[in-house]
Protein backbone atom coordinates (compact mmCIF):
# COMPACT_ATOMS: atom_id res chain seq x y z
CA UNK A 1 0.00 0.00 0.00
CA UNK A 2 2.60 2.78 0.78
CA UNK A 3 4.19 1.43 -2.74
CA UNK A 4 1.56 2.55 -4.76
CA UNK A 5 0.88 6.05 -2.50
CA UNK A 6 4.69 6.82 -3.27
CA UNK A 7 4.31 5.94 -6.67
CA UNK A 8 1.15 8.11 -6.91
CA UNK A 9 3.06 10.49 -5.24
CA UNK A 10 5.83 10.63 -7.98
CA UNK A 11 3.17 10.77 -10.84
CA UNK A 12 1.98 13.73 -9.23
CA UNK A 13 5.49 15.24 -8.74
CA UNK A 14 5.92 15.09 -12.18
CA UNK A 15 2.82 16.03 -13.84
CA UNK A 16 2.96 19.16 -11.48
CA UNK A 17 6.49 19.65 -12.78
CA UNK A 18 5.39 19.33 -16.97
CA UNK A 19 2.75 21.70 -16.12
CA UNK A 20 5.19 24.58 -14.94
CA UNK A 21 7.35 23.69 -18.02
CA UNK A 22 4.76 24.49 -20.25
CA UNK A 23 4.27 28.03 -18.47
CA UNK A 24 6.45 30.58 -19.58
CA UNK A 25 7.42 33.35 -17.32
CA UNK A 26 6.02 36.39 -18.38
CA UNK A 27 9.17 39.31 -19.22
CA UNK A 28 9.39 42.12 -17.40
CA UNK A 29 7.85 44.95 -18.30
CA UNK A 30 10.61 48.50 -19.42
CA UNK A 31 10.46 50.63 -16.45
CA UNK A 32 8.24 53.39 -16.98
CA UNK A 33 9.53 56.85 -18.68
CA UNK A 34 7.24 59.76 -19.00
CA UNK A 35 7.29 62.81 -21.33
CA UNK A 36 5.82 66.22 -20.62
CA UNK A 37 6.31 69.56 -22.42
CA UNK A 38 4.77 71.99 -24.81
CA UNK A 39 5.91 71.84 -28.83
CA UNK A 40 9.07 73.95 -29.47
CA UNK A 41 10.00 73.75 -25.49
CA UNK A 42 12.62 71.29 -23.63
CA UNK A 43 10.66 68.33 -22.42
CA UNK A 44 10.40 67.25 -19.08
CA UNK A 45 11.37 63.50 -18.57
CA UNK A 46 10.48 61.54 -15.20
CA UNK A 47 11.36 57.81 -14.72
CA UNK A 48 12.93 56.27 -11.43
CA UNK A 49 16.89 56.12 -11.44
CA UNK A 50 19.09 53.86 -11.95
CA UNK A 51 16.99 53.21 -15.38
CA UNK A 52 17.54 49.40 -16.37
CA UNK A 53 17.32 49.42 -19.95
CA UNK A 54 18.44 45.88 -21.57
CA UNK A 55 17.32 46.74 -25.33
CA UNK A 56 16.89 49.96 -27.47
CA UNK A 57 13.74 51.32 -27.16
CA UNK A 58 11.44 54.30 -29.30
CA UNK A 59 8.12 55.64 -28.62
CA UNK A 60 6.25 58.21 -30.60
CA UNK A 61 5.23 61.13 -27.52
CA UNK A 62 2.89 62.75 -30.46
CA UNK A 63 2.90 62.25 -34.50
CA UNK A 64 4.08 64.61 -36.86
CA UNK A 65 1.46 66.52 -39.71
CA UNK A 66 4.36 67.63 -42.01
CA UNK A 67 6.23 66.29 -44.78
CA UNK A 68 7.82 62.59 -44.41
CA UNK A 69 11.09 62.11 -43.76
CA UNK A 70 13.29 61.23 -46.85
CA UNK A 71 15.84 58.75 -47.17
CA UNK A 72 19.22 59.92 -47.57
CA UNK A 73 17.97 63.85 -47.14
CA UNK A 74 18.78 66.38 -44.47
CA UNK A 75 16.69 65.65 -40.77
CA UNK A 76 16.78 68.77 -38.61
CA UNK A 77 16.31 68.06 -34.59
CA UNK A 78 15.98 69.58 -31.35
CA UNK A 79 17.40 66.54 -28.59
CA UNK A 80 17.87 66.45 -24.97
CA UNK A 81 19.90 63.33 -23.62
CA UNK A 82 20.45 62.09 -20.34
CA UNK A 83 22.22 60.10 -18.38
CA UNK A 84 19.45 57.42 -17.59
CA UNK A 85 21.71 55.93 -14.24
CA UNK A 86 21.16 59.56 -12.21
CA UNK A 87 19.10 61.62 -15.28
CA UNK A 88 22.01 63.77 -15.06
CA UNK A 89 21.49 65.74 -18.56
CA UNK A 90 24.52 65.20 -21.40
CA UNK A 91 23.88 67.05 -23.89
CA UNK A 92 20.51 68.89 -25.60
CA UNK A 93 19.83 71.81 -28.27
CA UNK A 94 17.07 73.87 -27.39
CA UNK A 95 18.90 76.23 -25.85
CA UNK A 96 21.34 77.18 -28.69
CA UNK A 97 20.29 75.51 -32.02
CA UNK A 98 19.31 72.31 -33.41
CA UNK A 99 21.19 69.73 -35.24
CA UNK A 100 21.31 68.98 -38.50
CA UNK A 101 22.10 65.81 -40.27
CA UNK A 102 21.58 63.21 -43.19
CA UNK A 103 18.60 61.09 -42.57
CA UNK A 104 21.44 57.92 -43.26
CA UNK A 105 22.43 55.22 -40.65
CA UNK A 106 25.58 55.81 -41.59
CA UNK A 107 24.75 59.90 -40.16
CA UNK A 108 22.91 59.05 -37.70
CA UNK A 109 23.67 55.77 -36.59
CA UNK A 110 21.45 52.63 -36.01
CA UNK A 111 19.63 53.54 -33.01
CA UNK A 112 18.91 57.20 -33.99
CA UNK A 113 18.23 56.46 -37.89
CA UNK A 114 15.53 53.63 -36.67
CA UNK A 115 14.07 55.96 -34.40
CA UNK A 116 13.90 58.54 -37.42
CA UNK A 117 12.72 56.34 -40.24
CA UNK A 118 9.54 56.70 -41.27
CA UNK A 119 8.57 60.12 -39.25
CA UNK A 120 7.06 63.46 -40.29
CA UNK A 121 7.90 66.82 -38.91
CA UNK A 122 6.36 68.06 -35.73
CA UNK A 123 7.08 64.11 -34.42
CA UNK A 124 8.18 64.41 -30.71
CA UNK A 125 10.26 60.91 -30.43
CA UNK A 126 11.66 59.22 -26.89
CA UNK A 127 14.87 56.60 -27.06
CA UNK A 128 15.57 54.88 -24.40
CA UNK A 129 19.22 53.09 -24.62
CA UNK A 130 21.66 50.74 -23.09
CA UNK A 131 25.00 51.70 -22.49
CA UNK A 132 27.40 50.87 -25.32
CA UNK A 133 30.21 49.08 -23.27
CA UNK A 134 32.86 52.06 -24.59
CA UNK A 135 34.08 55.34 -23.11
CA UNK A 136 31.78 58.13 -22.34
CA UNK A 137 28.63 56.16 -23.47
CA UNK A 138 28.83 53.67 -20.92
CA UNK A 139 25.54 54.23 -19.25
CA UNK A 140 22.28 53.78 -20.43
CA UNK A 141 20.33 57.14 -21.89
CA UNK A 142 17.27 58.93 -22.19
CA UNK A 143 16.93 61.11 -25.20
CA UNK A 144 13.80 63.17 -26.26
CA UNK A 145 14.07 64.13 -30.08
CA UNK A 146 11.65 67.04 -31.70
CA UNK A 147 11.68 66.80 -35.71
CA UNK A 148 11.86 70.25 -37.47
CA UNK A 149 11.27 71.93 -40.65
CA UNK A 150 13.67 71.56 -43.34
CA UNK A 151 11.91 74.74 -45.38
CA UNK A 152 9.54 77.85 -44.86
CA UNK A 153 6.48 76.75 -43.22
CA UNK A 154 3.47 79.65 -43.49
CA UNK A 155 1.44 81.68 -45.34
CA UNK A 156 2.67 82.54 -48.28
CA UNK A 157 2.53 86.41 -49.01
CA UNK A 158 1.67 88.17 -52.49
CA UNK A 159 4.53 88.99 -54.99
CA UNK A 160 5.87 92.26 -54.42
CA UNK A 161 6.28 94.19 -58.09
CA UNK A 162 10.13 95.21 -59.23
CA UNK A 163 11.38 92.15 -57.24
CA UNK A 164 12.61 88.81 -58.66
CA UNK A 165 10.13 86.52 -59.04
CA UNK A 166 10.92 83.05 -56.95
CA UNK A 167 10.27 79.47 -58.08
CA UNK A 168 10.66 76.62 -55.45
CA UNK A 169 11.41 73.07 -56.95
CA UNK A 170 9.91 69.90 -55.18
CA UNK A 171 12.11 69.53 -52.44
CA UNK A 172 11.84 73.84 -51.82
CA UNK A 173 15.29 75.18 -53.03
CA UNK A 174 14.75 78.69 -54.70
CA UNK A 175 15.26 79.55 -58.05
CA UNK A 176 14.98 83.40 -58.84
CA UNK A 177 13.99 85.28 -62.20
CA UNK A 178 15.67 88.72 -62.50
CA UNK A 179 14.09 91.67 -63.46
CA UNK A 180 15.74 92.95 -66.15
CA UNK A 181 15.48 96.31 -63.59
CA UNK A 182 17.90 98.65 -62.39
CA UNK A 183 18.18 96.85 -58.28
CA UNK A 184 17.37 99.12 -55.58
CA UNK A 185 19.93 100.93 -53.49
CA UNK A 186 18.92 100.23 -50.03
CA UNK A 187 18.36 96.87 -48.85
CA UNK A 188 15.01 95.07 -48.97
CA UNK A 189 13.70 92.62 -46.41
CA UNK A 190 10.31 91.21 -48.81
CA UNK A 191 8.84 88.25 -46.83
CA UNK A 192 8.01 85.58 -49.39
CA UNK A 193 6.59 83.14 -46.86
CA UNK A 194 4.75 84.42 -43.49
CA UNK A 195 5.76 81.93 -40.32
CA UNK A 196 4.36 82.08 -37.31
CA UNK A 197 7.28 80.57 -34.70
CA UNK A 198 9.53 82.78 -32.74
CA UNK A 199 10.63 86.12 -33.80
CA UNK A 200 14.26 86.77 -34.61
CA UNK A 201 16.47 89.23 -32.93
CA UNK A 202 18.87 91.01 -33.52
CA UNK A 203 21.84 88.72 -31.76
CA UNK A 204 20.43 85.82 -32.38
CA UNK A 205 22.06 82.33 -33.91
CA UNK A 206 19.57 81.68 -36.49
CA UNK A 207 19.35 78.36 -38.48
CA UNK A 208 18.49 78.78 -42.24
CA UNK A 209 18.67 77.24 -45.42
CA UNK A 210 19.18 79.67 -48.28
CA UNK A 211 20.59 80.81 -51.62
CA UNK A 212 22.15 83.62 -52.87
CA UNK A 213 21.49 85.37 -56.30
CA UNK A 214 23.29 88.08 -58.77
CA UNK A 215 20.86 90.24 -59.20
CA UNK A 216 21.60 90.88 -62.93
CA UNK A 217 21.70 87.79 -64.56
CA UNK A 218 19.75 85.41 -61.65
CA UNK A 219 22.40 82.82 -61.12
CA UNK A 220 23.12 81.21 -57.83
CA UNK A 221 26.82 81.79 -56.37
CA UNK A 222 25.84 80.01 -52.96
CA UNK A 223 23.42 77.99 -51.30
CA UNK A 224 22.80 75.46 -48.43
CA UNK A 225 20.52 73.26 -50.73
CA UNK A 226 23.21 71.84 -53.15
CA UNK A 227 25.50 71.72 -49.66
CA UNK A 228 23.49 69.60 -48.24
CA UNK A 229 22.64 70.89 -45.22
CA UNK A 230 20.27 73.77 -43.56
CA UNK A 231 23.54 76.25 -41.33
CA UNK A 232 23.32 78.12 -38.23
CA UNK A 233 25.08 81.20 -37.42
CA UNK A 234 25.22 84.85 -35.50
CA UNK A 235 23.65 87.38 -37.06
CA UNK A 236 26.35 89.40 -35.55
CA UNK A 237 28.52 88.42 -38.41
CA UNK A 238 26.42 89.43 -41.03
CA UNK A 239 25.12 93.16 -40.68
CA UNK A 240 22.47 93.24 -43.68
CA UNK A 241 20.87 89.88 -42.50
CA UNK A 242 20.49 91.01 -39.14
CA UNK A 243 18.91 94.36 -40.44
CA UNK A 244 17.04 92.22 -42.39
CA UNK A 245 16.28 89.37 -41.22
CA UNK A 246 15.48 90.66 -37.48
CA UNK A 247 11.64 90.45 -36.16
CA UNK A 248 11.02 87.95 -38.75
CA UNK A 249 9.15 84.78 -37.49
CA UNK A 250 10.62 81.53 -37.66
CA UNK A 251 8.60 79.39 -41.03
CA UNK A 252 9.17 82.82 -42.73
CA UNK A 253 10.55 82.76 -46.44
CA UNK A 254 12.53 86.10 -46.74
CA UNK A 255 14.28 87.88 -49.61
CA UNK A 256 16.92 89.87 -48.66
CA UNK A 257 18.09 92.52 -51.67
CA UNK A 258 21.72 93.92 -50.51
CA UNK A 259 23.16 96.58 -52.16
CA UNK A 260 27.30 96.69 -53.06
CA UNK A 261 27.05 99.58 -50.01
CA UNK A 262 26.63 96.21 -47.55
CA UNK A 263 30.19 94.37 -46.80
CA UNK A 264 29.56 90.87 -48.00
CA UNK A 265 32.33 88.06 -48.60
CA UNK A 266 31.09 87.08 -52.04
CA UNK A 267 30.97 91.02 -53.24
CA UNK A 268 34.04 91.55 -52.64
CA UNK A 269 34.97 89.18 -55.60
CA UNK A 270 36.20 89.59 -58.88
CA UNK A 271 32.89 88.54 -60.44
CA UNK A 272 30.42 89.90 -58.09
CA UNK A 273 32.18 93.05 -56.92
CA UNK A 274 30.03 96.21 -56.91
CA UNK A 275 26.99 94.48 -57.40
CA UNK A 276 23.83 93.77 -56.31
CA UNK A 277 22.57 90.33 -54.54
CA UNK A 278 19.58 88.99 -53.36
CA UNK A 279 19.06 85.68 -51.20
CA UNK A 280 16.01 83.62 -50.41
CA UNK A 281 15.97 82.80 -46.97
CA UNK A 282 14.05 79.99 -45.01
CA UNK A 283 14.12 80.52 -41.09
CA UNK A 284 14.24 77.37 -39.95
CA UNK A 285 14.82 78.04 -36.01
CA UNK A 286 16.56 81.15 -33.83
CA UNK A 287 18.46 81.01 -30.69
CA UNK A 288 19.67 83.31 -27.99
CA UNK A 289 22.74 82.46 -27.01
CA UNK A 290 22.46 85.39 -23.89
CA UNK A 291 19.87 83.35 -22.44
CA UNK A 292 21.62 80.51 -22.35
CA UNK A 293 24.80 82.15 -20.61
CA UNK A 294 22.77 83.41 -18.23
Known amino acids: MRRL ?3 ALVAGLAIALL ?58 IDFWLEDASDASLVKESYSSNPTA ?34 GASDYPTVTVVDV ?13 PNLPVVTLDAAGAP ?20 GSGEQVGASDVVT ?23 VSFSLQD ?4 AEGLVDQPVGSQVML ?18 QTVAFVVDILATGHPEQAAG
Open 257 to 274: VVPPTYALGVTDSEELAG
Open 5 to 7: QGR
Open 148 to 160: LPTRAEGEPVPPV
Open 208 to 230: VQYTGFAWTTGEAFDSTWSHGLP
Open 238 to 241: VQAW
Open 19 to 76: TLAGCTTPETEPAAVTVSGEPGEAPTITYVTPLQVDETRTEQIWPGTGAKLVEGAPVL
Open 175 to 194: SITPTGTEPPTTLVAQPLVR
Open 101 to 134: MLLTEEDLGTDLYETLRGQQVGARLLQVSPGSGS
